[in-house]
């Protein structure tokens, strides 16, 4: 685990996606930021705004991190009015420390139900008291004509919630927002990947706190992880970190209320580290136990097959791909082997669950693969396909689409520049039909692509613009910038704009710290964009 004295193994440990990882490399990379319903307008304006998290920004401790927030407007994101959260912002609670990692995680939700955006900030690696990387949870509250401000913040530990403290635990390692329980207000699920688990190490879990109309509370709290009486399929088993990354709510249908899907990708289900995803469904009263679902490549219906190091759950999303009533929800598996015997290591596939009446199932799954079923591009080692995904309407048609994150894919000459792929929703599902690959290498898109850029390592999709149709943000973890480049890895982002043909360059834009009025300024190794809500 990353901390205070691994200078958050210099931001390359945090972002960039080299498959097939270690275990323990796996548990220091970003998760892929998750799309949501509008919850993200933090200034009730009518736009949607964007929180882009710098986790190894230096301000009054190296590495302690950063929150820069652009919000948008008719013309799209713009630095009028941006903001610059750290815990050194006044207001803001919770002291500075070394390596904290504020801003590694992300969330937009309504926590009080204020019909307002408010914001859940992970800081996994902060030390609380005497247990290291124990982490922990700011909540910046947003408010009409004003936006996201330090009044009424809170922070959230394990101590709040009592469950206590220990070492290495990773509170915050994951964060999604939903209304679990159908009373108006959002909830937030933590990742708590270092949790042990009746002895069990690094077992792990999430922590759901539930929101009201004072905003989020303790009352009701509750932790889930696998295994007999934890509320979730599966075992426990040491090293699975449920929990670690991925984390996506949505309706997949038995009720009316959100239900949350948590990507397991260290989970030892038929190989070391092949993957899984739990889904625990909504109730009048939280998230429950009942009719929980646990998914991986051997479950029924699903294609595939569990291999070592597939890393099924390293990213979710979800969102109605095929016009039903209920949210169908998309998998990441960047560490999938292809080719003839395997030789292509890590290049990556996705899997589609549909939503239905009775919830997720594994009838009429689907698999997607660079270079198969029309998806362009070629696979190859390391390409990590799935690594980030996020799930919207961004236009072409009536449906949700999909953004698949493959930030290792070689973009002309240059390894691991990066890339990303939209898959269009229909009537039957995600398909090809008009498929797309963006790299800072497309035609029209700011910026050059380069070696080693990760292009795609987060990706999120928000209506920025107001039009109608989301737009899609694409993180750059490893961008270089400055004249000749010479700010190493400071990071970017490029946004792509969504309309009634879909995603398009035109008025697409490329921000990073040194943009305009953007708060703070571009430095060595920041990892600006490496997670964002």
């Given at each position: ?23 323990e490399a796996a548990r220091h990379q970003r998760p892929a930021g998750i799309a949501h319903a509008r919850r993200g307008d933090f200034n009730a304006d009518g736009y949607d705004d964007l929180a882009v998290g710098v986790p190894a920004e230096d301000t009054s401790a190296q590495d302690a991190g950063a929150v820069n927030v652009l919000y948008g407007s008719g013309a799209g994101l713009s630095d009028a009015g ?452």
């Open positions: 685990m990353f901390g205070a004295g691994t200078a958050l193994l210099t931001a390359v440990a945090i972002v960039q996606w080299i498959a097939p990882p270690t275990a941006n903001q610059f959260w750290t815990r050194d912002s006044t207001g803001v609670l919770g002291g500075t420390g070394s390596g904290d990692a504020f801003g590694f995680s992300l969330a937009a939700g309504d926590f009080n139900g204020d019909g307002v955006g408010d914001l859940a900030i992970g800081a996994p690696s902060d030390d609380v008291g005497s247990a290291l990387d124990a982490g922990a949870v700011n909540v910046l509250y947003g408010s009409a004509g004003v936006g996201l401000s330090s009044t009424g913040n809170q922070l959230w530990t394990g101590d709040q919630l009592a469950v206590g403290l220990a070492a290495s635990e990773r509170f915050g390692n994951a964060l999604a927002a939903g209304d679990f329980n159908g009373d108006g207000a959002d909830d937030l699920a933590i990742g708590v990947p270092g949790r042990s688990v009746g002895g069990v190490p690094n077992a792990g879990g999430v922590q759901v706190v539930y929101g009201g109309p004072t905003g989020l509370s303790a009352q009701g709290n509750v932790f889930m992880t696998q295994g007999e009486g934890g509320g979730l399929p599966g075992a426990v088993t040491p090293g699975d970190s449920v929990a670690d990354l991925g984390l996506a709510a949505a309706n997949f249908g038995l009720g009316p209320e959100d239900d949350l899907a948590i990507g397991n990708p260290l989970d030892d289900v038929q190989a070391v580290d092949d993957g899984s995803v739990d889904v625990a469904y909504g109730s009048p009263t939280g998230l429950s136990s009942t009719d929980g679902q646990l998914w991986s490549q051997g479950s029924s219906g699903v294609k595939g097959i569990s291999e070592p190091g597939d890393l099924f759950g390293w990213d979710v999303a979800a969102a109605d791909f095929g016009g039903r009533k209920q949210a169908d929800l998309a998998i990441g598996a960047p560490g999938e082997d292809l080719g003839h015997g395997n030789s292509i290591r890590g290049a990556g596939e996705v899997t589609a669950l549909y939503g239905g009446p009775e919830g997720l199932s594994g009838r009429g799954s689907q698999v997607w693969r660079q270079g198969w079923d029309g998806v362009p591009g070629t696979p190859a080692g390391g390409d990590g396909f799935g690594n980030a995904l996020a799930a919207a309407d961004m236009g072409r048609t009536a449906e949700a689409d999909l953004v698949v994150g493959a930030s290792g894919d070689k973009v002309g000459t240059a390894g691991h520049a990066g890339s990303a792929t939209v898959l269009y929703g229909s009537a039957g599902g995600l398909d090809s039909v008009g498929v797309q690959l963006w790299s800072q290498d497309s035609s029209g898109v700011r910026d050059v692509a380069e070696p080693g850029d990760f292009f795609g390592s987060d990706v999120v999709a928000f209506d920025l613009d107001g039009s109608g149709s989301a737009d899609v943000v694409a993180g750059v973890t490893q961008e270089s910038v400055g004249v000749n480049n010479a700010i190493r890895d400071a990071g970017a982002i490029n946004v792509l704009y969504g309309g009634t043909d879909g995603l398009s360059s035109a008025g697409n834009q490329f921000w990073d710290q040194d943009t305009g009025t953007v708060g703070d300024q571009a430095e060595n190794f920041d990892a600006f964009g490496s997670a964002m809500g």
